[in-house]
């Protein structure tokens, strides 16, 4: 495959976090151009990597209090990041995505998170000051990221209950179950002139006020760099944890409104 369509292709996934779209995602097509098409680089192998990457970040932002164990650790996250992208992007290169592996991705994602935000708590505290909320707020922060995380797969398996019922009423379950069983389909992506990238750069800046999931590690470096580990603990965490009832809320009207929607549809004799 030649190096541009082997580029296309690996734009398979057009993400709008602001950490993802200027840091994450270019690195993995980056890291991915001369390794996609490997036989040895799997998805799994990439995902277990990202695994490790991010508990050796951990642990060096938790045992390691010098200056440099704080940048080690800020970079290794961030790198794991870079291979948590990694794992989905070959998978959607070579239409290969699998249940184990999506369980595997999520599952590692929600363990290693919780692990950074508490390192990064103990790491601030500081006894002679009594900082405690700076512990505190992490600690919190990862609950009600577990919280929101929660809420949204059940909101999904809800979901896609309601579509089995949608299906099954209309009379299409067995298009619909095919439709399942094939392998997704992804689209080209977009071709952009120089405005388009101007544009895109542009949105991708002011996306770092929605403090999305993948913005979490941005603010992680930013305050491991600098040694202001207020930006973590009392800014981002602070954010995450308006999130408490927020999110949950959003995917409650969504699953009301669908269920309201499927209610309307008769069963096809």
């Not at 689209?187 to 405005?195: A, D, G, K, L, V």
Request: proline share 4%.
């Amino acid at each position: 495959m030649k190096l541009k369509e082997r580029w296309m292709k690996l734009r398979n996934y057009q993400s709008d976090d602001f950490w993802a779209m200027l840091f994450a995602r270019p690195l993995t097509i980056l890291f991915l151009l001369p390794l996609v098409e490997k036989k040895w680089v799997t998805p799994n192998r990439i995902t277990v990597v990202s695994i490790l990457t991010k508990l050796a970040g951990s642990a060096f932002v938790f045992f390691d209090r010098s200056y440099f164990g704080g940048v080690i650790g800020a970079i290794l996250l961030n790198l794991g990041l870079v291979f948590d992208n990694m794992d989905g992007t070959v998978s959607r290169f070579r239409n290969c995505p699998t249940k184990f592996g999506f369980y595997l991705d999520k599952i590692s994602d929600a363990v290693t998170m919780t692990l950074m935000f508490w390192a990064i708590g103990f790491r601030a505290y500081d006894p002679e000051k009594n900082n405690w909320i700076d512990i505190l707020l992490p600690l919190m922060a990862a609950t009600v990221t577990y919280i929101a995380g929660y809420a949204k797969w059940v909101s999904e398996r809800v979901l896609l209950d309601m579509k089995i019922i949608e299906n099954h009423r209309k009379g299409t379950i067995a298009e619909f179950g095919a439709s399942m069983d094939r392998c997704p389909v992804w689209s080209t992506p977009p071709e952009r002139t120089f405005f388009d990238w101007v544009k895109w750069f542009c949105y991708a800046v002011f996306s770092i006020f929605k403090v999305n999931e993948v913005d979490i590690f941005f603010f992680a470096a930013l305050a491991l760099i600098t040694e202001k580990y207020w930006i973590f603990t009392r800014l981002d965490c602070g954010i995450i944890i308006c999130g408490i009832v927020v999110v949950p809320v959003i995917f409650a009207v969504k699953v009301l409104k669908r269920e309201r929607e499927i209610s309307k549809i008769p069963t096809k004799e």
